[in-house]
């Protein structure tokens, strides 16, 4: 798996395919071209298996988006009992 993350700031992308980062964990990380700090969350959507990459200036800008695949447009939601996604 290659992420691409984009900095909030300047907007240049970059990929990590180091696969060492925690899905649906927010993480402070430094935009490697501009140097200025920003926030990451990565989620892979229930639905079709994308992987979505979230960033914002700060923690609190991505801790509240609204999770929306990418690749299919649905909603990243959680498991119901049975463990069947629910989907908006």
Request: proline share 5%; charged share 25%.
């Amino acid at each position: 798996m290659s992420l691409s993350i984009t900095c909030p700031h300047c907007t240049i992308p970059t990929s990590d395919s180091w696969d060492v980062l925690e899905e649906d964990t927010i993480h402070e990380m430094t935009c490697q071209f501009c140097k200025r700090p920003f926030a990451m969350s990565f989620f892979e959507c229930l639905k079709c298996a994308e992987d979505n990459v979230l960033t914002g200036a700060s923690p609190a800008d991505i801790s509240d988006k609204v999770r929306v695949c990418s690749k299919c447009g649905s909603t990243h939601q959680e498991l119901d009992s049975d463990g069947e996604a629910t989907y908006f």
